[in-house]
């Protein structure tokens, strides 16, 4: 797969926040969880590439500013 995959913000926001509810403690843990679970996300999630990897994840949490986020 190619390292320049695109995917949708809300995809990957909504796979990180399922994975974590469902016990995932980390990047690779969020990753595995979408994929054991990609027939069924599918349903309602556009995954124009599949499954981000766990490095894209880290890649946008680290780029979001909890400081911007509204409360």
């Known amino acids: 797969m190619s390292r320049t995959q695109k995917h949708l913000l ?3 926001l909504v796979i990180a926040i399922l994975a974590v509810i469902a016990g995932a403690e980390g990047w ?3 990753e595995n969880c979408g994929l054991s679970k990609q027939p069924w996300l599918s349903e ?3 995954l124009p590439n ?3 990897s766990d490095d894209t994840f880290c890649r946008v949490f680290e780029r979001i500013n ?3 986020l509204p409360t």
């Open 10 to 12: 809300t995809d990957i």
């Open 28 to 30: 690779e843990d969020i």
């Open 44 to 46: 309602f999630l556009e």
């Open 50 to 52: 599949g499954i981000p």
């Open 66 to 68: 909890p400081i911007d």
